[in-house]
């Protein structure tokens, strides 16, 4: 079992930037990839970014890339998404979740352990 706890949501202007926080505790966090969702009410749950277990490699949606990065801390059993430039369609409850298959998917359903999310809003 993992559980994962977000934070740093909030309240932001437009153009604004929020850093993202998920931390880990349970199995060990770099047996895992690891991935950030967003979901708006009565949408369907959106893929933003996933890293590897390393941290090697990074995905990104189109409607991200450029703006946000995804980061991790093995260490500190922690994954990150800086998020710049904010856009009001940014607004969302964002997930971190956790896949321990092999390989880095986009896939919501893949993954496996999900965190309770946070509030992002950025207003216009």
């Known amino acids: 079992q993992v559980q994962l706890v977000e934070s740093g949501g909030g309240l932001v202007q437009a153009g604004g930037s929020l850093r993202l926080s998920c931390a880990a505790s349970?199995?060990?966090?770099?047996?895992?990839?690891m991935g950030w969702f967003r979901q708006v009410f009565g949408k369907e749950r959106e893929f933003v970014a996933a890293?590897?277990?390393?941290?090697?490699?990074?995905y990104y949606a189109d409607s991200v890339k450029g703006r946000f990065t995804i980061s991790r801390d093995n260490a500190k059993n922690t994954v990150y998404l800086q998020m710049n430039g904010l856009k009001p369609e940014d607004t969302a409850v964002y997930y971190c979740?956790?896949?321990?298959?092999?390989?880095?998917?986009?896939?919501?359903?893949?993954?496996?352990?999900w965190g309770q999310g946070t509030q992002v809003t950025a207003s216009s």
């Open positions: 979740a956790a896949d321990v298959s092999d390989g880095v998917t986009t896939e919501a359903r893949r993954y496996d352990y």
């Open positions: 349970g199995r060990t966090f770099s047996a895992y990839c």
């Open positions: 890293i590897s277990r390393s941290g090697g490699n990074t």
